[in-house]
């Protein structure tokens, strides 16, 4: 269910405690020179979409946030940034806001590295002033880690930011918003252990660079390698790793 | 131009400072029997949309920030609300990534009542931060006023919430959302000066009412009158008015 | 009553959850050349006085609060401002101390253009920490519009600040604190719809101008209309309006 | 010279740089069955108007901040109080407005007990934030311990709140708003040098008690020892060291 | 070096701008019916205190800031936790004094998991505020994953809190607070991908928990596997493996 | 009992309730030329210990708070402090956790004049949130006056700041830390009864001097006064009259 195509009363009807509301969570950020600001809220929306169009009955699906926490792109314009801080207030709030309606389980699907910490931090303080509310976080790409690896061409230092997998999933969802002829690799230059960059490497040091102090494009991966082909191969494993999730969720 | 089919290098060439910068500002909240809980975004949206095809040289438009501060329709489920500081701080802090792309003129266009006490506040704190850019906030039925007095059929106590005007925008504008067979008037029922409601009637004092003190649908107004024709009217006549605010803006 | 007259018992022995508590709000800043720092708290204090003492039994009066939010006249000195996000905390904690003494309607008497917005934001705050307690805010030249109007020479223009209403009111209250000689038109230039400025023209738009961009005397206005007649003109017709709001309260 | 009296172009030529700033800091709290909620504004203020009568040229005198910090009073109704942090930026707030009107000297005169903790704190972050600001922070019975001690008939325990000194001043500035009659000693039993209660008796230890836990009529102290004559004693003695004060403040 | 051997003169003295400043993070709270409250703190600053004393030249380590974030322990008594707001903004104060002392590499060195959110978010308030410092956040257990694996002989499950590794450890280094005969497995019971529960096990998605709806002893994991042998193991490469991490930031 | 030797099944056992909760407050900063960073926490750690010690049935002794309020030495290289406001919040969360462990008592014990006002803030707050929780905050300095007044020889002047008590104090506790050789007499010079410094003499005014506006070496007394046999008289008498104080507080 679209939480957006209902009205109040047929919200009332639904037994919000039985769902799990689906909350997406965007942003809207630079991604390079071939990629829209709207990427990561464009993806997240298809996914939160598609898992709900399978599952009409056991998700209540809210509209996907685009404010997102992107302090770390603002040197390049256009980028909408709410400051850490706020943000988990603004998140907090909104939570609040699906608590009275009766939920009791919400699962913060999220499209943004730069919401990671925050939304963490949000999970923490929801807890304290709802100690029964089952509240889980988890960014697509955690949840689908094999069936990226599995997809996949460019080795570590690939993925990031615009990087094969965001282009492509835009290739595949959005094709007429990428402007491939513009995409460039890009992205940090160190190979050591505690630096080297991919949203596949769990660094074991945790530190912030803005991100023009990394990438003169705004991009760090690599988009040459994507295709629209490979983006629906990343689509398809994406959404039926979060849709495996659902269903467990749905246990508990 | 729309900001959310750029990338950061087209924002880069743009010239920010010379734009009219148009922050459409929403809410999710509920609507009535008969009407979506995107109601307000959707308005606003449509509103901003219109402008800004019309000057598209003239205006950088935003997203519509969906998040609105609806704290007085909590009681009806499906609501997502910001509370008042929080919000506040949310729409301070989108501004400040706008301050930081150059832009030189704000307009802060707002298409939900309770968004106005909150956005008055935030055009105050912009001003102490950033002395030097004008903000200008106007809800569209202000800049309006005279042509939607025009077309309005009802007395006063029509205007209100999902009422004649919304019900008729929204069945111009999206019809499919619209249930007319379940739409009802309902609202306060004081007609004392001090207590009597509409949109366009000044109260000479201030209070607030949550919504279902004064409404059993969470209706106030007199949907009933509504038709999809009247909604052009309003609409036309809304988008001419904000359109002529704009070009004098423009010369500020 | 005044509630600075009283001891701890009397007020206890009051009934308060039976009276109108009245919360005049003033201000303490420049007021041109020929008005005193304390004009908006001399005025509202004579008219909550006034009112007060016609319905001694109905009105439990609070001193007034003479810190406003006058941001905007920092740049004239002598100007003593509380910013905007305090002032809210300051007024709500004082409403959550007379919330304890039991009452059950507080009328926040505002005589400060400046604390507008704040006020609106205080009565949401205390909405939702007192549900049933009903705060009412409203400036007294919002009561009184018809008679100011009524009263006026002025064209749009001629009411603002140091103006010729509030020179006037204050030529009949303390003529003592009047520099007649002083006192200069001056104000914004603008004349279009969107611009112009008058206490009792309602602009479409808001936006923030600091006073000195506007005026270089500090007042905004047709002071020279002023006389202590036409004060008690005005003073008699905004008493008498504001006792008509009290009396329509007190049944309420 | 008072500030409420000026115009801002009079605050301008006062070179406010060469003045000391004196800002009196009340409260508005019971005071026992015998005294008037005003007690702590009524006795500051005239000891500092005093003190800027003997001294014009030298002291800037601002209106006295009749909110205070009177949580632990108000279990007793008619009290008004700002609690402890949102207080502590009140006043803050106020001392910014100081500082941009050029001050270089602040003289922080308290008439209130409760007061005490929260502008110690104020001093600390005015520091911080203006570090060529000398702020001094002195309640009038610190400066006046001697003179208090020499007048005073009762033994420890007599002073403390609408006690025989505030009794006696009152009874000496403001005779018509004592209520000799109702006067009653009362406050707490313990005599161990860790609890015993005096305002000139400094504990070893620091703890909070509501007023409520340890006086029935809201009185601490032998009020019924109070006179005007005594009063009058108080009075001089206080106004004479805190001139004193203010003397040797002016040659820093 | 030490900080807390050292007089300021001292500190100036040692170009503080060439040091990596390390900043151990501890904890104090529950680690089950064997282990003190003091665990985290204990074994954090011993692996601090080896890594400074191998590398005096190029550390300055800080004391260990034994108050923790530790919502989630606060069921079992002892526990003294700071909630994850203030615990950010304590930790920021902090640091705020370290690049006062013109620090330009800070290490914070965590030895508790609950910390692990919290100083994430401090990370990236210090990079908005002190642009050119760079802050390094890492958990032991992180840097030292290799070492640990090949050391610990249980499953997934054995190492959580209070478990194989923490009592291995805490037997090398202070064998007199271990009580051995209380140490019992406990912990989670769930064995899907979701929610199975090991430190070295990074679940794709997040929540929270508190200790005590998933322990009724507080521990978490296998601490009958413990021995000192193994701690010594333990102990050791964590200390080469967070050496090593030194070594390369002092290259940067 | 110190809490950092227990488990949690052990505090469990205690009956806090009944038990007086010992907090040592103490600060990590520069103590001028001849004393370490932690002098305070030294200090205060020791009395604490001694004090529970003698009475380990009574008392329940936290581990000391090394971070302590310490703007004011903020120019001095090696101090680490945390802001009054955050430090405020940081006390104040801790102590929630000692409510919530079930303490009836609590016993804020401090050892640096930096903790002074915001720690008294703190009581105030906690009194608000738990009404029967009694708190009680004093400085071992304040306590045992009379035996300090015995003890030292230096006049008013002496006692400040790594003086003649403290540098005495470190001497008996901790010999091995002192550099004797390099401690000199310094601080302010004013000898006014305004602004003459020392531990033992109340000013009639409070102002904040940052420590090297008042002291080059960051000391202010006479330290080299100190000695160990003096140091050991200190101690012993600092240590009779802080149990002195428990011994009575345990009857209240």
Chains 1, 2, 3, 4, 5, 6 share one sequence.
Not at 29 to 36: A, I, M, S
Not at 88 to 100: F, G, M, P, T, Y
Not at 163 to 187: Q, W
Not at 215 to 238: C, N, Q, W
Request: net charge negative; proline share 5%; glycine share 6%.
């Amino acid at each position: 269910m679209l939480l957006e195509n209902l009205t109040w009363p047929e919200v009332k009807n639904l037994k919000v405690s039985e769902k799990i509301v689906v909350f997406p969570l965007g942003s809207f950020e630079q991604h390079g020179h071939h990629l829209p600001l709207t990427t990561d809220t464009d993806i997240v929306t298809a996914v939160a979409r598609a898992v709900e169009s399978s599952r009409q009955d056991k998700i209540l699906c809210l509209p996907t946030l685009w404010p997102g926490h992107s302090t770390h792109h603002l040197f390049f314009p256009g980028t909408l940034s709410v400051s850490q801080m706020p943000y988990i207030e603004l998140v907090r709030n909104l939570c609040r806001s699906i608590a009275k309606m009766g939920a009791s389980k919400v699962f913060l699907l999220n499209g943004h590295g730069g919401n990671d910490v925050p939304l963490r931090a949000v999970v923490r303080e929801l807890k304290s002033e709802f100690p029964k509310l089952t509240v889980v976080f988890a960014s697509y790409w955690s949840l689908a880690s094999d069936s990226i690896k599995a997809t996949r061409e460019s080795e570590l230092g690939g993925l990031g930011h615009a990087c094969e997998m965001e282009t492509s999933l835009m290739l595949h969802l959005h094709p007429e918003k990428v402007k491939m002829n513009l995409a460039r690799r890009d992205g940090p230059k160190h190979e050591d252990q505690y630096r080297k960059s991919d949203m596949q490497y769990g660094r074991p040091i945790y530190f912030v660079n803005e991100f023009h102090e990394v990438s003169e494009t705004g991009t760090i991966g690599h988009p040459d390698l994507a295709s629209a082909e490979k983006g629906k191969t990343f689509f398809d494993g994406i959404t039926r790793d979060v849709l495996k999730f659902v269903d467990e969720f749905a246990t508990w």
